[in-house]
């Protein structure tokens, strides 16, 4: 798979990298007696790591579907960035805790011009590995990517704070290793924390980009058959596959036959343009009788005074049964919901005796 050997050959070149400084930072750190570098070097290995995890990740989530998971391993992508912040928080601690103890401590460090300048390429080198990453996992969907890439930039910062204080112990005899390696753990931390609650939040499943859901029942409402789409739910299997499903609304007298091609013809065009596979229920629009209507607007009128709903969809009045049917979007921010339909339910018994009326209570998916 194309996305897959382009993660890995990315990955690879993260652990070289990384490795490559993080030998360079220890000897720096050893020379020199810096605390700061050598937690720096500290830093490097455990992104060299990071980035083997995120290979690991990205070869068990390309193995095929099978009985037990239907659905494809993509999702073992999100739980392998979770074990890259995991490493990264654990790197964070021990490099703080050694921090602490340097401040409580304290012990001159030694560099020379020549130290500088490793720290210096240092620097560029992570500038340069963070932008590739960050553009690679753009571009590949990639949490995992974006993340290393992220973490890479804010190594370039962190090693040009260990330079300064570097500058500093050399050229003015300020001994401030503690302090910045303590400054160094809070920037791992911190980082760590933000890749951690974004693989929570894509393991637990959030809600789809408004933009993206958009341009799906935009293309969806395209056909002129189709006089609405509602309901449109959404779930992730991996960066890169998508399951869901949508209602569209389409006239009474539209045949099985016309809504079957026109079925398939929506869900084909959904998946060629944005790789979602879409199943598609059916509303039924009534096309007669201005009575209906009448009754649509009152109740628009109800529910008006309610600002927990959102939206009304599939109403639907079947004279036979006497039944009027429609679902209220409600908005998660309401406490009760159910409430509010009972209330609705009551009002309109009362005042439409001869109509029997089924609401369903739904709720806010996408946008």
């Known amino acids: 798979m194309p996305r897959m050997r382009a993660i890995i050959r990315t990955s690879v070149l993260g652990i070289a990298v990384n490795l490559g400084l993080a030998a360079l930072k220890a000897v720096v750190g050893f020379l020199s007696a810096s605390i700061a570098v050598t937690m720096d070097a500290l830093n490097n290995l455990s992104d060299a790591l990071s980035s083997a995890v995120t290979v690991a990740g990205i ?158 029942k935009q293309t969806v409402c395209a056909y002129p058959e189709v006089l609405g789409a509602y309901d449109l739910i959404l779930n992730q299997y991996g960066p890169e596959k998508w399951i869901g499903s949508i209602h569209i609304e389409v006239a009474d007298d539209l045949t099985a036959k016309a809504i079957h091609a026109l079925s398939r013809r929506i869900s084909g065009e959904v998946f060629t343009n944005f790789g979602v596979v879409l199943t598609i229920g059916i509303y039924a629009a009534n096309t007669g009788t201005g009575e209906y209507a009448a009754i649509k607007r009152r109740i628009l009128e109800l529910i008006a005074g309610y600002p927990g709903i959102l939206q009304l969809h599939g109403y639907y009045v079947d004279s036979e049964a006497h039944l009027i049917s429609f679902d209220l979007v409600f908005d998660f921010a309401e406490k009760d919901p159910a409430a509010i339909r009972a209330a609705i339910l009551a009002r309109l018994t009362a005042e439409y005796p001869a109509w029997r009326f089924a609401i369903v209570q739904d709720q806010d998916f996408s946008d």
């Open 59 to 216: 070869l068990l989530a390309g193995r095929a579907p099978d009985k037990e998971h239907p659905y494809g391993h993509g999702r073992v992508e999100y739980v392998s960035a979770l074990a890259v912040a995991v490493l990264i928080l654990l790197a964070g601690v021990s490099s703080l805790w050694e921090s602490l103890q340097k401040i409580l401590a304290p012990a001159p460090a030694h560099y020379t011009p020549a130290m500088m300048a490793l720290l210096g390429v240092g620097v560029a080198a992570k500038l340069l590995l963070g932008r590739h990453v960050r553009q690679k996992g753009r571009e590949l969907h990639s949490d995992s990517l974006r993340a290393s890439g992220t973490d890479a930039l804010f190594d370039a910062a962190i090693t040009s704070a260990t330079l300064a204080g570097a500058f500093a112990s050399w050229r003015f005899g300020i001994s401030i290793e503690g302090f910045l390696g303590a400054a160094i753990s809070v920037i791992i931390l911190r980082a760590g924390l933000g890749i951690l609650l974004e693989s929570y939040n894509n393991i637990i499943g959030v809600r789809a980009d408004a933009a993206f859901t958009n341009d799906i």
